[in-house]
Each structure stands twice: as C-alpha cells, then as structure tokens.
C-alpha cells in the first residue's frame, strides 16, 4: 500500500522559511514521480512543484520560482520542498502526491496523495 505522510508545516512571518518532508513507504521510491500540492481555502488544489522518477527533472510553477526547491532523498525515500522567502498567499494546506506515470504537474496526473500538513505565512 503506498503510503505518503507529509511534516515540517507551521506558522512562520513574512519572509521567513520552512523545508516540507514527504516520506513514502509501500512502493519502489525511485520508479515514481512526486509532487508538492497546495490548496488554500476556496482555492482549487494546484501543483507547486513535482520532481520525476529516474533522472530527477523538476518543475515549478511561476508564483514560487526561485524560492522552493524540490529534492528527493532515495537513502531515505523523502522528498524536500525547501520554501525561503515565504509569503502570505503562500498560506495553504500543502500535499504530497506520487504516481508512477505521471509527467504533468497536475493534480489529475497524480494517484497517491499524502493527508497534508498545514503552512500559514503571517504578514
């Protein structure tokens, strides 16, 4: 059974940082693709970043550019969402997901999800 569970959430201010850990058991860790998910409240679910199996490609959407970086761990079957620079419209519950398939950034490509973990960034 996969399984994802996700830590690192909290309240920070403005500016400040925080590193989400995803850590994955139930399934070969390297053949999947893993993505980070947010969804703040009224908001739809969108992907923040996701990191493919094998060669480790990565993608961000425009908003966190330069501020998140994704890692993945095999060692450890973790994968990483560094966020520096946070900011308030970056408040959302953020979600792990992986599929073995997936090569989009989106939420439809995604079979497995992690239950969340809470970010809220403080003006």
């Known amino acids: 059974e996969v399984q994802l569970v996700e830590s690192g959430g909290g309240l920070v201010q403005e500016g400040g940082s925080l590193r989400l850990s995803c850590t994955a058991s139930g399934f070969t860790f390297d053949d999947y693709a893993i993505g980070w998910f947010r969804q703040a409240p009224g908001k739809e679910r969108e992907g923040v970043s996701c990191?493919?199996?094998?060669?480790?490609?990565?993608h961000y959407i425009d908003t966190v550019t330069g501020r998140f970086t994704i890692s993945r761990d095999k060692a450890k079957n973790t994968v990483y969402l560094q966020m520096n620079s946070l900011k308030p419209e970056d408040t959302a519950v953020y979600y792990c997901?992986?599929?073995?398939?997936?090569?989009?950034?989106?939420?439809?490509?995604?079979?497995?999800w992690g239950q969340g973990t809470q970010v809220t960034v403080s003006s």
């Open positions: 990191i493919s199996s094998g060669d480790a490609r990565t």
């Open positions: 997901a992986a599929d073995p398939s997936a090569t989009i950034c989106s939420r439809s490509s995604f079979s497995s």
